[in-house]
């Protein structure tokens, strides 16, 4: 009977105080809506389109071509740390600036030129996945931001990665 109470006595001050924490919400939630009834919400003030829209560059656009957008790497072990470098060219008329590169999560490393490339030049971007952790069918995307239309174009490196320990009991079939 004591054990019963006990467990009563605990939810109900549970309870008490998550209404206590969201009863002091209530200034900050009011001193919000106000803000917003009172000053003009524009799209170009909403973070929601700021985070979709990827910065372009300023000023005159131009067009790159990859040589390849997808490099199969084949099948390697997990631990194993894939490189592949992609190879581009200005295909405009304005130099091509690069304002960004980055891989779909923090074991995707891309290194790209900081300098503008020229109308008509060719250069690289080298691409480094590290497999430690990752397991199965991969398809690692880079996005690379510049001064282009459409803003963002994206290369991929793809290929299997093998757990550690059948990557042994593989090399022992074949």
Not at 60 to 66: A, D, L, M, R
Not at 146 to 166: H, Q, R, S
Request: hydrophobic residues 35%; negative net charge; glycine residues 8%.
């Amino acid at each position: 009977m004591l054990k019963s109470f006990k467990s009563v006595f605990f939810a109900v001050a549970v309870l008490g105080l998550m209404a206590g924490c969201q009863s002091g919400n209530n200034d900050v939630r009011d001193a919000a809506r106000q803000d917003v009834q009172t000053n003009d919400v524009t799209p170009a003030n909403d973070i929601q389109s700021a985070v979709q829209t990827p910065n372009a560059q300023a000023g005159p656009t131009t067009s790159v071509s990859f040589e390849e957008q997808r490099f199969n790497f084949g099948t390697v072990t997990e631990g194993e740390k894939v490189s592949h470098t992609f190879s581009f060219t200005n295909t405009g008329n304005e130099p091509l600036i690069l304002s960004n590169a980055r891989g779909s999560c923090g074991c995707t490393v891309p290194k790209w030129p900081r300098e503008p490339i020229a109308p008509g030049e060719s250069s690289d971007i080298v691409v480094e996945f590290n497999t430690a952790n990752k397991r199965g069918n991969r398809s690692q995307k880079v996005t690379i931001t510049a001064n282009t239309n459409p803003v963002e174009n994206f290369i991929y490196l793809e290929g299997e990665v093998l757990p550690k320990d059948a990557g042994t009991d593989m090399s022992v079939n074949n």
